[in-house]
């Protein structure tokens, strides 16, 4: 399988690749050094192109670096259709879960709310609910709130309700967060199950930073750059010593909730962005132009993986404050 867009090549940690999957929009260039926009459109099985389709994601070979260097990719590609995004979004996904599932057995997916679970109805579609193999799949959360599972806040229910009940994957292979604990108590027991499962070889450890190695987050960003339950300018964005960790005052309802910390997040070796709409154009643009206040980050600017694959899925209104995409 092939990721239906195009661009020339996976891009080095130094540039962005921009894939746009419009019919009949030409090439361009934004000038600066660390940025390559290429407006492409969407492939099929009866469509041709004059540029080089994008090499399924598991046979792409990352950029040439320095001895002990890691590799770090980035990826922007734009949709007009959210049927369009949701199409392609499945494909790399089932494309990452025959890669982990041939090479480690096991594929760890870790899931966000919002409308990020919604974008990942065609998995439990053909073809891919059937040529998925769902017994590998274990899967987590980034953040949660704490509340009971059956709470209409609950990611786990919204998971549950629009995704993971439609497809087989094993009942013992998904990961809910203990709902009668306190906050803090909650991020404590789902750092020690993660630990645990990481001994039984489930998940992979990063031998870069030490904090455990997921096969693929999928999120999604708040209209203020937050991630996961990662707000700006509260004190857990700079944790960097647990997995997990926990919010009693999050400036979003429900105030209590787990999170996964940042460099758990950067350890990834893959991670989906899915960020659309206008209302999110804002942080978008700080986030991916190239003018960068390194004193007010925002959290989804800190996301910066250390050997992996960052690729954001998004549409037009989404990127409308981007300079000449």
Known sequence: MSLPAVATAVAASTSLSSVSPRRSSPASRVPAPHLRFLH???????????????APVSAAAPSPTAAGEAASRKKLIIFDAEEELAA??????????????????????????????????????????????????????????????????????????????????????????????????????????????????VIGMSPLTGFPKFDLMLMGMGPDGHVASLFPGHPVVHENQKWVTFVKDSPKPPPERITFTLPVINSSAYISFVVTGAGKAGAVHKALSEERNTSDLLPVEMVSLQDGELTWFTDKPAVSMLSRI
């Open 88 to 201: 392609s979004l499945a494909e790399h996904t089932a494309e990452l879960s025959a890669k982990f599932a041939a090479e480690r057995g096991a594929f760890t997916v870790v899931l966000s709310g919002g409308s990020l679970v919604k974008a990942l109805r065609k998995l439990a579609e053909p073809p891919y609910l059937e040529a998925v193999d769902w017994s590998r799949w274990h899967v987590f959360w980034v953040d949660e709130r704490v509340v009971p599972k059956d709470h209409a806040d609950s990611n786990y229910k919204l998971a549950s309700d629009e995704f993971l009940s439609k497809v087989p994957i094993p009942a013992g292979q998904v990961y809910a967060i203990n709902d009668a604990l306190s906050a803090e108590g909650a991020a404590e027991d789902y750092e020690t199950r993660l630990k645990q499962l990481v001994k039984d070889g």
């Open 40 to 54: 492409g459109r969407l492939l099929s099985s009866s469509s041709s192109s004059s540029l080089s389709p994008l």
